[in-house]
């Protein structure tokens, strides 16, 4: 599960902002997650849950956001949603898509004490 590999870094880049910053525990934190990023919610919670223990982010509440697909058609030139990995164009079935968005996976938060 490579979830838990996730979490260990963000566990050290907090701990880079608690060295830098100096608080002492983390209270929340948001994640953003694409929806075609391959980082399934419910692992990434488990990971964190197990991960976070005996660090300043044991007991934080994680908030994950997930952030939908979209991409462009090179094709017919325009912005669409994408449900998953493999869709074509649902306007003129091109698979010539540019992905804009849902493959991030983003530590965008802390909330600390």
Same mark, same amino acid.
């Given at each position: 599960m490579?979830?838990m590999?996730?979490?260990? #870094?963000?566990?050290e880049l907090?701990?880079? /902002? %608690?060295?830098k =910053? #100096? *608080?002492?525990r983390? %209270?929340r934190?948001?994640?953003e997650v694409?929806a075609? #990023?391959h +980082? ?5 919670? *488990?990971a *964190?849950d +197990?991960?976070?223990a005996?660090?300043?982010a044991?007991n934080?509440?994680? =908030?994950? %956001?997930?952030?939908p697909g979209r991409?462009?058609?090179m =094709?017919?030139?325009r912005e669409?949603?994408v !449900?998953? %990995?493999?869709d074509g164009?649902?306007h003129? #079935?091109?698979f010539?898509l540019?992905?804009? /968005?849902g493959e991030e996976?983003r530590l965008? !938060?802390? !909330?600390?004490?």
């Amino acid at each position: 599960m490579h979830e838990m590999a996730l979490c260990q #870094g963000m566990l050290e880049l907090i701990d880079v /902002q %608690r060295q830098k =910053d #100096g *608080f002492e525990r983390v %209270r929340r934190i948001i994640v953003e997650v694409g929806a075609l #990023g391959h +980082v399934d919610p419910h692992a990434l919670r *488990f990971a *964190f849950d +197990v991960s976070a223990a005996d660090t300043v982010a044991a007991n934080a509440e994680l =908030d994950i %956001r997930e952030i939908p697909g979209r991409g462009w058609c090179m =094709d017919c030139s325009r912005e669409i949603a994408v !449900e998953k %990995r493999g869709d074509g164009c649902p306007h003129c #079935g091109s698979f010539t898509l540019i992905m804009q /968005q849902g493959e991030e996976l983003r530590l965008k !938060e802390l !909330e600390v004490v």
